[in-house]
């Protein structure tokens, strides 16, 4: 049987928001936003937005959906990218040869390797038709 212990769920909230911080991090620089441009584009304090980047914040949906919408990418996609949440389809996305070289890769930490997932993601679904 597992062992559980007390700072277990402490532990794993910590590690999804500093994913969930990566993620938005990529996604602003990705934009080409500062992180004053994107805190007044979210109405998200730039403090508060700088917390939640270094994972230092679990934001509330609220304020995930007014980032993503800065961003002006959809918020299932936000928190599918950044591991909070199970993309449609559930596992029958098709991983391409990138990702499993991505996930392979010995040197990159797995928070590394999601932030590099996440990005490389976000061009491929600019490329794809609807």
Request: positive net charge; without cysteine; proline residues 5%.
């Amino acid at each position: 049987m597992g062992e559980r212990t007390p700072g277990g769920r402490r532990a794993a909230r910590e590690i999804g928001s500093t994913a969930l911080g990566s993620f938005i991090r990529a996604q602003r620089q990705l934009a080409d936003l500062s992180l004053r441009q994107l805190a007044t584009l979210s109405n998200v304090s730039n403090a508060y937005l700088s917390q939640i980047e270094r994972g230092l914040h679990q934001p509330s949906f609220k304020v995930v959906q007014s980032i993503a919408g800065a961003l002006n990418i959809s918020t299932e996609y936000l928190l599918s990218q950044s591991g909070w949440l199970t993309p449609p389809g559930g596992n029958a996305r098709v991983q391409t040869d990138t990702e499993a070289a991505i996930q392979a890769d010995p040197i990159l930490t797995e928070e590394e390797k999601q932030i590099v997932l996440g990005v490389y993601r976000s061009l491929r679904l600019r490329h794809e038709t609807p």
